[in-house]
């Protein structure tokens, strides 16, 4: 019989909370708006260059076919080993760069290292994310949800805990996002694994208890965040609130341990106490072998490549890649996610140029971190809900999502008078809301089988919005109008020297340009709204519930008070 403590380490619900504290530290990406500004002044770029970075960053992030592959093949404890090392070489060689510690990099070396560097978030959300969905696949939307909204609070949380130890140095951030990650992927190499997926009749309530506490925690978050924009914290006062927010961090652990506990209580009640397990099946079988449509689940990935199965059942790496949905997906987030990210990156540039105060950029960057994690959050839990309840299709919700951040956009556009802080607060919901939900819809129309790299083919889809409409559309006008005001004062901008922009004609005919690339993203998903509206009628989960084990019934005694297991009915339904 397993000691409680190994009970606890070794049960699924400890998985789910290593992967909140790796999720935690996993969003250094969102933070580039703080420390910005820091390679622009040393490194003397003017808006495009600094703009050609940052697409370079988001494209690191969101390129994970690699990781994805990967974990195709190895455990996801090689996944979060590569990530790290990829976290920490990139960012440590942007911090020597930065503080002049090496010679200054051409411009090409310092895409290179941001590329690196983000490209470890891929890694991270591959190795943990990918494990959890697998391992509870009839909670997909809310174990999305969740975990994607740590990556969200990870702006905020990493903010507070760089202010306790290094106060106000942004440069010491670069190289505090470069080794923390990595750390703590380390720590739960051996606990990051798959588990053979597990009925539970409480699980949704556990996950609750998850969001509960999370949301005191970016509760908390915000409510700091408003305090410090108008006091000025000392570092012993950066100290407390980091303690707090650290409880915060860990109190899932608390939960771990009270799910874990009565399935140790139930497994020692079942031990002095067997009983026979009744098995009722009902319902068809189906052979396993055998999608709806009568194709092998075997079939090898080049094989009936524009021959798919039935949405829902496993698609391979290619027929998801080539079928009408994907691609669908592909327009409407080249258009939503570029347009959302740009925002983001360009958030420090924004208010300069929007003239507020530097203060308040940081408030910016915090804002859209707890709006995102609270888009993830709703988007995952409230999705996974009205899908469940109402049959409310999770391709319609991202049709409105994109529809809400047009109103963020337009705000920067217009220079609405303290219009930056809503828009924050809408480009980080509606931007943190559209990934559960991609997710969740990759999952449930191309099956799990090849999902680590379908994951990861979704996230490409925003790089190359972003190159268009961060780099070739938003840098280039933001330059334009800065020499502009440069000749209107008769000067001209000298070699190596950071060019600047003021006023609301910086970023306005951009960010038409983005609201209208949007708003035709919007337009796009409602054709997957329209192809999808049967197959999300239906029953999704029908086949994970099945294949019950004694693990199983342990499990739903412990839920049911620890009466004995002789009492219990379980059901086989329609098994695939």
């Not at 260059?49 to 992030?61: C, E, R």
């Not at 190499?189 to 009749?201: A, D, E, S, V």
């Not at 933001?478 to 901008?493: F, H, I, N, V, W």
């Amino acid at each position: 019989m397993k000691s409680l403590t190994i009970q606890v380490i070794t049960g699924r619900w400890f998985v789910v909370f290593a992967s909140f504290l790796i999720m935690a530290a996993s969003g250094a990406t969102y933070m580039f708006g703080l420390y910005s500004s820091d390679i622009k002044k040393t490194l003397g770029y003017d808006q495009s260059t600094l703009n050609l970075l940052s697409f370079f960053k988001d494209l690191g992030a969101n390129f994970g076919v690699l990781s994805g592959l990967i974990n195709e093949i190895t455990p996801p404890w090689v996944v979060l080993v590569t990530g790290s090392v990829l976290n920490f070489f990139g960012y440590f060689m942007i911090w020597l760069s930065v503080t002049q510690k090496i010679a200054r990099p051409q411009v090409w070396q310092m895409c290179l290292y941001i590329f690196i560097g983000a490209n470890s978030q891929s890694f991270a959300n591959t190795g943990s994310l990918v494990t959890c969905v697998k391992n509870f696949p009839e909670s997909r939307g809310v174990v999305l949800g969740i975990l994607k909204g740590y990556v969200g609070l990870s702006g905020a949380i990493i903010t507070q805990l760089y202010s306790a130890i290094y106060y106000d140095d942004t440069k010491a951030l670069i190289l505090f996002i470069g080794w923390l990650p990595a750390a703590i992927s380390f720590v739960f190499l051996g606990t990051i694994r798959y588990m053979k997926p597990i009925r539970q009749r409480n699980e949704l309530k556990v996950f609750y208890n998850f969001l509960y506490i999370s949301l005191g925690l970016a509760g908390f978050l915000l409510v700091m965040i408003v305090i410090q924009k108008r006091v000025n914290f000392t570092r012993s006062e950066f100290g407390a609130s980091t303690a707090i927010a650290l409880f915060l961090l860990f109190l899932p652990l608390a939960v771990v341990f009270m799910e874990e506990y009565k399935i140790w209580q139930s497994k020692r009640h079942a031990l002095v106490y067997p009983s026979p397990v009744e098995i009722v099946t009902e319902g068809e079988k189906v052979n396993p072998n055998e999608s709806t449509n009568g194709e092998s689940k075997d079939t090898k990935w080049w094989q009936n490549v524009f021959s798919p199965p039935d949405r829902g059942e496993d698609y391979t790496i290619l027929q998801a890649l080539f079928s009408i949905d994907m691609l669908i997906l592909f327009v409407a987030c080249i258009s939503g996610i570029g347009g959302t990210l740009t925002a983001i990156d360009n958030l420090g540039q924004i208010g300069a140029s929007l003239r507020y105060p530097k203060k308040s950029i940081s408030t910016f960057v915090s804002l859209v971190s707890i709006w995102n994690y609270l888009g993830r959050v709703f988007a995952g839990f409230a999705s996974e809900h009205i899908l469940t309840k109402y049959k409310f299709p999770r391709p319609l919700m991202l049709t409105l999502t994109l529809l809400l951040s047009c109103i963020g956009h337009l705000l920067i556009a217009f220079d609405v008078p303290n219009g930056l802080y809503v828009a924050s607060v809408i480009i980080g919901f509606s931007f943190g809301a559209q990934w559960p939900l991609l997710f969740a819809i990759i999952s449930e129309l191309f099956g799990l089988k090849y999902y680590a790299t379908l994951y990861n083919f979704g996230s490409a889809a925003s790089p190359l919005g972003l190159y268009v409409l961060n780099v070739s559309i938003t840098g280039h006008l933001y330059d334009k109008e800065a020499k502009k005001q440069l000749a209107a004062l008769g000067l001209q901008r000298k070699a190596g020297q950071e060019l600047n922009c003021v006023g609301v004609d910086c970023f306005k005919l951009a960010f038409i340009i983005i609201t209208a690339a949007t708003f035709f993203g919007a337009i796009v998903s409602l054709f997957l709204v329209a192809r999808t509206r049967k197959f999300y009628s239906g029953d999704l989960y029908k086949k994970f519930r099945g294949d019950v084990t004694a693990e199983e019934a342990e499990v739903a005694g412990a839920e049911n008070g620890g009466r004995e297991l002789g009492q219990m009915e379980i059901y086989d339904v329609d098994h695939n």
